[in-house]
């Protein structure tokens, strides 16, 4: 399978333009009509020949500095920047446009948008200066809740230790306590584990969010597509059960790190996991957000400790997009093959927002016969 390799990063606006058409392009168009006229009307006012010069040079002075490491950074942050003003007050130039609920699309018009970024406004310039996109996707969880089923470790069958990489505010660490919401079509459920023993619940992030903090609610709210009623409604349920989840058994904890340096706490961390438990280090849409030395880095690193780990043991599951499916996120899991190397399988792939996965069998009945063998412990 060929991987995605994010691009050379873009500093403050360069390449803006082409950013702008693409993102609308690969992940709006016919999705989000509410985002794809805001993309067009945002092209014009910071781009075109009809730019707008004083948003435009209050941008570029915004971002002068910032480095973004994929073509959709920059989009979707103005889209999420707008979003969360638009959210605060119902007054807003873009309230009608962005609502949670039946946005008015053509009330997204070039006249809100310039309206919306004023000088005066100085809450979207602050987030544009100082906030990143922080997906809280709590669909992506299938990424470990299916395998725990394949590998039958449901029941509280095999403690299971959780380690989210790009965890954000980590509220995929608590999928188990959330409701399914996944299929494989035609209205047939996608089985998934119920009642794991979960041993650890460790997430990593650069940026980490505090679901305690009403202002990281709001942000990773508005970072919500316009309209996306019930992935809000999911958003909601786990940051209400992320506020409880330090009465759990094994509380979730998140730790600021770059990603870089992870590998060098797997040895530690897997030395936590009872003889009989595996280790479940994964990660969902977060290759693109590394830049490239970083992640040469993260990756080899990884690569090796799982190679030297006893089979059965631990795995790494990627849920990330290919060229071959920009839009989507194939989910491969990687196991030690006890020679030194690493064994990979695909188990099937599902779009950014799981909802349908779509099985790869070969994968799928691999890897649940991998774990089918006699463990180590």
């Known amino acids: 399978m060929t991987q995605a390799v994010p691009a050379s990063a873009a500093m403050g606006v360069d390449g803006l333009e082409e950013d702008l058409a693409r ?35 209050r941008l570029e002075q915004v971002w002068g500095r910032r480095e973004f490491q994929n073509y959709f950074s920059r989009p979707f942050l103005l889209l999420a920047a707008l979003r969360a003003e638009a959210l605060a007050s119902a007054d807003h130039p873009l309230a009608r446009g962005f609502a949670t609920e039946n946005p008015d699309s053509l009330a997204v018009t070039r006249d809100a948008i310039v309206a919306s970024l004023t000088r005066e406004r100085s809450g979207v310039w602050m987030m544009l200066s100082s906030r990143g996109m922080q997906t809280n996707e709590v669909a992506r969880a299938v990424v470990w809740r299916w395998p725990a089923e394949l590998a039958g470790w449901g029941n509280r069958s095999r403690p299971v230790a959780l380690v989210d990489v790009g965890a954000s505010g980590g509220l995929n660490l608590i999928a188990d306590r959330l409701p399914d919401c996944w299929n494989v079509g035609a209205g047939k459920p996608l089985l998934v584990a119920s009642k794991v023993d979960v041993c650890m619940r460790v997430g990593f992030d650069l940026q980490p969010l505090d679901f305690r903090r009403d202002d990281d609610v709001a942000w990773a709210r508005a970072c919500i597509w316009a309209g996306a009623a019930q992935r809000v409604e999911r958003f909601e349920r786990a940051v209400r059960e992320w506020r409880c989840a330090e009465q759990l058994e094994v509380p979730p904890a998140l730790h600021k790190l770059n990603a870089a340096l992870i590998p060098a706490r797997l040895p530690e961390l897997l030395a936590r996991v009872p003889a009989r438990g595996v280790l479940v280090l994964y990660q969902t849409a977060f290759r693109e957000y590394m830049a490239s030395s970083q992640r040469l880095r993260y990756e080899e690193g990884v690569r090796q400790w799982l190679a030297s780990t006893p089979p059965r043991r631990a795995v790494w599951i990627e849920a990330e997009a290919t060229p071959e499916r920009q839009a989507a996120l194939t989910i491969v899991a990687h ?9 990979s399988m695909e ?5 950014i927002h799981p909802e349908t996965v779509h099985v790869r069998a070969k994968g799928a009945k691999a890897f649940a016969e991998y774990f089918a063998s006699p463990s180590v412990g």
């Open 335 to 343: 196991v030690p093959n006890g020679a030194g190397g690493i064994q």
């Open 347 to 351: 188990l099937g792939y599902t779009n």
């Open 23 to 57: 993102t609308e392009a690969v992940q709006f168009r016919g999705r989000s009509l509410p985002y794809v006229r805001a993309l067009r009307y945002l092209r014009e006012i910071l781009t075109g020949p009809d730019r707008v010069p004083a948003v435009a040079n």
